[in-house]
């Protein structure tokens, strides 16, 4: 009953930009952190940024300065703005949030996850 779905991507040249945003719906009680992550071709799959309902935003090394983590909590919606783009950030981009179902009141949170977007960055 509990969806995200990102969007957004696709390809751009080095030093682009794109922004990904990714909506949660369904039967949503409340969220407390939502994240992005990304895997490259024949990688595991990695933390970009995580944007926690308490204490500050958090970066993968090679995202800071140029990828940023937003919320819109009014839409359950979870942004990564992308700008100064690389090749090496070629990956399918995936939203994650930590949810709690309107049957479950906030006692219980679950990981929910997007289907993935694809971001192709030329050289």
């Known amino acids: 009953q509990v969806q995200l779905v990102e969007s957004g991507g696709g390809l751009v040249q080095s030093g682009g930009s794109l922004r990904l945003p990714c909506p949660a719906s369904g039967s949503i009680f409340s969220i407390n952190n939502m994240s992005w992550y990304r895997q490259a071709s024949g990688k595991p799959r990695e933390l970009v940024a995580a944007f926690p309902n308490i204490g500050g935003r958090n970066y993968a090394d090679s995202a800071k300065g140029r990828l940023t983590i937003s919320r819109d909590n009014a839409k359950n919606t979870v942004y990564l703005q992308m700008n100064s783009l690389k090749p090496e950030d070629t990956a399918v981009y995936y939203c994650?949030?930590?949810?709690?179902?309107?049957?479950?009141?906030?006692?219980?949170?679950?990981?929910?996850w997007g289907q993935g977007t694809q971001v192709t960055v030329a050289s």
């Open positions: 994650e949030a930590d949810i709690s179902t309107v049957r479950d009141r906030g006692t219980r949170y679950y990981q929910y």
